[in-house]
């Protein structure tokens, strides 16, 4: 749906923000762009957008140039920008209002978005009265104004304490959910992501080093596979499990058993799982997909040679 075929983009005074940058985002993703300060993420934004052309390769948006489509692309985006200004002693409703008004999307879409965003209760007060984090729902609000099909939001979590944060990236993993809304969120704190990154696209110096769902990126970076299996019998359980060669690694919690696993195996532990399942042995299991901070060590420490 987005596509990235090696594109520059070189800005007046000659710096290279982008240079041979090619990615892909499918449909209906939850994607996060990950790179250091001055990598490239917002420039790749504003190309998306169509507010930048590149200095050559393409940009594609459902097929269309953005840069050309500005008007068609822009009305099916929603975006944060880095660094939104607001205007002092305006009222959120009048503000969403106002937007909803030049965008010519119907004003009852306010109280939807309001609503999604948890500001509902908050629509009478001046934005410059709210709390960074909820200041940034409002921003995240803007954004859902005429139910985009993609929403870009760029590092929506810089200047938030932890507590806002996860905040934020919890209200972020609920539309994601609930809206089925391809979504890319941008940032330079990698290990915040965690919970929240299905997708992730790693840039750094106007390159992106690697790109891909995360399960992909385990596989092709991280040794070992973690499966979290619970089970009421953890003991026995992980009796069975040291059988097996492919197994690196067993931590026995009350309820549940930890599994170490060579990353080109997980196959081969799957069906013994479901083996033991069969057996009563075992309640459910999951995948660990959190290696982002892993992946990302992996993958800088091998582009800096
Ligand atoms: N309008 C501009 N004119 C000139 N150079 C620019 C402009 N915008 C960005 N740059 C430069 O392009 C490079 C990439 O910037 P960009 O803002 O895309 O990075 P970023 O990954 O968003 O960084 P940050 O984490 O600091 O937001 C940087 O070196 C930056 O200084
Ligand atoms: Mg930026």
């Known amino acids: 749906m987005i596509e990235f075929v090696d594109v520059y983009k070189v800005y007046k005074g000659g710096v290279v923000a982008l240079q041979g940058a090619s990615f892909t985002v499918p449909s209906g993703t939850l994607a996060c762009l990950l790179g250091p300060n001055g990598a490239g993420k917002t420039t790749t934004m504003k190309l998306i957008m169509g507010f930048l052309r590149p200095s050559s390769g393409t940009v594609k948006v459902w097929g269309l140039e953005p840069w050309i489509y500005e008007k068609e692309v822009r009305s099916r985006i929603g975006f944060l920008p880095e660094r939104p200004i607001y205007p002092s002693n305006v009222r959120v409703y009048t503000f969403l209002k106002h937007l909803a008004n030049l965008r010519r999307v119907p004003v009852s879409d306010v109280h939807r978005v309001s609503k999604l965003v948890g500001i509902e209760h908050l629509l009478d ?3 410059k009265t709210l709390s960074r984090g909820y200041v940034q729902r409002v921003g995240i609000a803007q954004a859902l104004l005429g139910d985009p099909e993609l929403l870009l939001l760029d590092e929506p979590t810089a200047n938030l304490d932890p507590r806002a944060r996860r905040e934020i990236l ?12 391809t979504i890319i969120i941008s940032s330079h704190i990698i290990p915040e992501l965690q919970e929240v990154a299905r997708y992730a696209i790693f840039i750094d110096r106007g390159k992106v080093l690697d790109h891909g769902s995360l399960e992909e990126l385990a596989r092709k970076y ?9 089970s009421s019998r953890p003991r026995d359980l992980a009796i069975e499990l040291l059988k097996k060669d492919y197994v690196r690694g067993i931590y026995v919690h009350d309820d549940r058993v930890e599994v170490h696993v ?3 195996r997980v196959n081969d532990l799957e069906e013994y799982i479901k083996e033991l399942a069969g057996r009563g042995m075992v309640k459910s299991y999951s995948f660990r997909t959190a290696y982002l901070g892993e992946i990302y060590e992996k993958i800088v420490g091998s582009s800096h040679g």
């Open 262 to 264: 060579d990353m080109d």
């Open 125 to 127: 007060r001046e934005i």
């Open 170 to 181: 919890e209200l972020v993993k609920v539309l994601h959910r609930d809206l089925g809304v």
């Open 222 to 230: 991280v040794a070992n596979a973690i499966y979290v299996i619970e």
